[in-house]
């Protein structure tokens, strides 16, 4: 059965050019929008993915985030122009798993598109979850890269096991900060900077060119994936 | 010709206790040449009583050195007189020589207790009028938001309170001195030269009042002299002036210039007092205006920048969003993976087709207003008919009316305009109406003559603008908030129809009610005849 994805945009033409995009490659698309419009259509549809524009008419993307994440884990992609940042991160916060930067080629939007569906589909409570060499063994607290055992510390480690565990979603800084350290620590990003430096340090990991933590510039990080 | 200047200085006073001297002379002799010959009936005590009363009262009009002078003639003429022997200045009576001892002593005593009421008085006078001078100075420099005004209030301020020729503020150091403000006589506004440089110098050194000739204000020092190079005449040198140090705890922010002679009398003798009140008055004053001003400049910066994010955020969502679908669409024809059909193509590159023209208004919109602000548009206005004006804006605007009535109501009228500036005003109206107003409704353009006036006006079916909204459409980005969300647009289209119209001579307002928008142009009237088109 092909993929259900909804498009929420004001833009007429943009929306027809994505749904004909997805079409084309096997999708089932429906099309919203606004927001009112949207919520019904999850509703109703049923999506395995939602591309969601930031600014509609009637509410903002903020706004259908958290509504939707009362129900639903649906992955949200967020459609976003440069400028939209404050409400770019507010809505990473409120759930989504990430965005895409207006305009968009339809490979990039596809390729994005595919790494949602996977994780989604994927459990969230795998008790050995492997990545591009990493392997992180949840029952005995184990982390190999390459074959080769690597020494976390109790925090190090939880810090790996939250971004591991969401596996290409973009995390904002509050949101690792209240997952790991807690929330009295929600914005203390200077020690999340440190930790994911030691991080990427023991894991061979290059900030320039990452293998696992990848830096998304004034949002969070995301832990990656090569696609095979 | 310094002892003819100090003569000048000291007659006014001469004059005055000269004629309380000439006063205190006659009154005795009337006094005692009406009670000399009635003597024995009224009595010694009486007429010793009567004299005592005119010394009293001589103490009470020119003050303790006069009442002394009274005295000491009184008693004269009442021994001359009055006591035996007569005509004389000898006495015979023994107990009359207590009496004369007693009334000299009474005389002095009551006269200069008079003069210190009298005294009192006048503080209280100079007390409650200095008070007042200085709530009305209070009142005017209160709301001054440039330093530049409330200076020019100080000046004006002193001048009223002192009757002052003139008063200026100064600062600077050396040679270079600037007049920041001044009130009175034009010539309160002249630079300083050499002489008023020094004395402003040392009052700024001293922190007090210097002065430079006379002021008609009186100082507890000797008038400080400075004789002038060339040849003055004496009255230009008795115009002389007061210099005021205005400062802010350690900081100086000026010198207070106040000419000479004041006119005013109540704050002759205690100046000082006064002018320093004034100088931290003013001082205060300065102050406020510039923090006021500072804030003023906080506040302009800040709004620029609310201005800059508004453009930048404005702009990337105008140019983006076109290219959003344009980038999506052409990436998709790429995509080798996909055997797009021929009506996926077809509306690929419809999408390509609008966005591409879309992307072209925003940008040519972008354009027109940095030339128009930039002033590089020569407008060509010439006789131009408001009909044709009004069918060709229709005709261009007919693919974003269409489905709605586009009505024409216009007799050939010959309005002064550049026409191609106009066209693109009125095309942007039509656009603006087609937007913003009820989908369908009908759009009305008219041209009416009024008074040597045109007015050209677009008018649509519609949910009308918001009161609060509609002073500001003609902004650059502004939209209202309501409309922000249903239509996309730049925000620039009726900025630039100002622009373009002002530009053609003309003035542009909006009209709004329930039910109707209309905007409103108005230009002049061609003089002449036009030319056939």
Redesign the interface.
């Known amino acids: 059965m092909s993929a259900r994805v909804l498009v929420v945009d ?2 007429p ?2 929306r ?3 749904r ?2 997805l079409e ?2 096997g999708y089932s698309v429906r099309e919203a929008e606004d927001g009112t419009s949207a919520l019904s259509e999850i509703a109703a549809f049923r999506p395995d993915l939602i591309l969601l524009d930031l ?4 509410m903002s993307g903020v706004d259908v985030c958290r509504e939707l994440r009362r129900t639903r884990e649906t992955p949200v992609i967020l ?1 976003s ?3 939209d940042e404050p409400s770019k991160v507010a809505a990473l916060d409120e759930g989504a798993d990430d965005y895409l930067t ?6 990039e ?1 596809l390729a994005r598109i595919r790494v949602a569906l996977r994780h989604a589909a994927r459990s969230r409570n795998e008790a050995v979850i492997s990545a591009g060499g990493l392997t992180l063994d949840l029952a005995r607290r184990t982390v190999y890269v390459d074959g080769r055992e690597v020494h976390l510390t109790p925090t190090e480690y939880s810090l790996l096991k939250y971004l591991a565990q969401n596996t290409g979603r973009v995390l904002t800084h509050p949101m690792i900060l209240r997952a790991v350290w807690g929330e009295e620590y929600a914005h203390d990003t200077q020690t999340l900077r440190t930790y994911i430096n030691q991080l990427r340090a023991k894991l061979g990991d290059d900030a320039a060119a990452p293998r696992f933590i990848r830096t998304e510039p004034g949002v969070g990080y995301r832990f990656v994936e090569s696609e095979s | 010709m310094l002892a003819a200047y100090n003569g000048a200085v000291t007659s006014a006073r001469l004059r005055t206790h000269g004629t309380g001297v000439i006063a205190t002379v006659a009154a005795t002799a009337l006094l005692t040449s009406v009670l000399a010959p009635v003597q024995h009936r009224v009595g010694l005590l009486n007429e010793g009583l009567l004299l005592l009363l005119l010394t009293l009262a001589i103490s009470a009009v020119w003050g303790w050195q006069v009442g002394l002078f009274a005295a000491v003639v009184t008693n004269l003429a009442l021994n001359f007189f009055f006591v035996a022997p007569l005509h004389r200045l000898t006495v015979q009576d023994a107990s009359n020589v207590v009496a004369l001892v007693v009334f000299l002593i009474v005389s002095v005593i009551g006269g200069s207790l008079l003069s210190s009421a009298r005294a009192a008085a006048a503080e209280a006078h100079r007390s409650a009028a200095e008070t007042t001078v200085l709530l009305d100075l209070a009142r005017a420099m209160v709301g001054q938001r440039e330093p530049h005004d409330a200076l020019a209030s100080l000046c004006r301020e002193v001048v009223r309170a002192l009757n002052a020729p003139g008063a200026a503020v100064l600062s600077g150091a050396g040679t270079q001195w600037h007049v920041h403000a001044s009130a009175g006589a034009p010539d309160a506004a002249r630079a300083p030269d050499s002489n008023e440089r020094a004395i402003a110098e040392q009052a700024l050194g001293s922190r007090a009042v210097a002065r430079l000739g006379h002021t008609g204000l009186s100082t507890t020092r000797r008038p400080r002299i400075v004789r002038p190079a060339g040849t003055q005449r004496i009255d230009e040198l008795a115009a002389g002036a007061a210099f005021v140090p205005l400062r802010i705890g350690d900081r100086t922010l000026g010198v207070l210039r106040v000419d000479g002679p004041i006119g005013e009398s109540a704050f002759r003798d205690r100046p000082d007092r006064l002018l320093a009140a004034f100088a931290s008055e003013a001082a205060q004053g300065v102050q406020r205006a510039e923090l006021a001003q500072a804030a003023a400049h906080a506040e302009a910066l800040m709004q620029a920048d609310e201005m800059k994010t508004a453009l ?2 404005s702009i ?2 105008d140019l ?10 052409v ?2 024809l790429l ?1 080798g ?2 055997n ?1 059909s021929e009506n ?1 193509r077809r ?2 590159l419809e ?1 390509i087709d ?2 591409a023209d879309r992307l072209n208004r925003v940008i040519s919109d972008i354009l027109d207003l940095n030339r128009i602000e930039s002033g590089v548009i020569t407008p060509n206005r010439q006789p131009v008919d408001a009909h044709s004006l009004l069918v060709e804006a229709r005709a261009r605007t007919a693919l974003v009316t269409s489905g709605r009535e586009v009505t024409v109501e216009a007799e050939p009228f010959p309005l002064l305009a550049d026409e191609s500036l106009m066209l693109q005003a009125l095309v942007n109206l039509v656009e603006n109406a087609a937007k913003y107003s009820t989908p369908g409704g009908a759009i009305h353009l008219r041209a009416e003559r009024d008074d040597g006036k045109i007015r050209l006006s677009v008018e649509d079916e519609g949910p009308g603008i918001a009161a609060e909204d509609l002073p500001h459409v003609f902004d650059r980005f502004y939209r209202a908030a309501e409309q922000s ?2 239509v ?1 647009g730049s925000g620039l289209g009726l900025a630039i129809v100002k622009g373009f119209v002002a530009l053609s001579g003309g003035s542009v307002h909006v009209e709004s009610e329930t039910g109707a928008t209309r905007f409103v142009i108005t230009l002049l009237v061609a003089a002449h005849t036009m030319t056939p088109a």
């Not at chain 1, 207006?102 to 490979?107: A, D, E, L, N, W």
């Not at chain 2, 983006?320 to 669409?329: D, E, M, N, Q, R």
């Open positions: 004001d833009e033409q943009l027809r050019a994505v004909r995009a084309g490659h600014m509609l008419p009637d459609l122009v440069i400028g207006k305009p968009f080629g339809s490979q939007l | 930048m955020t990337s969502h983006k969003t076109p290219l959003a679908g344009i980038k999506t669409s990436s998709s995509d993976a996909v797009w996926d509306a690929f999408t609008s966005q969300r249903r996309k």
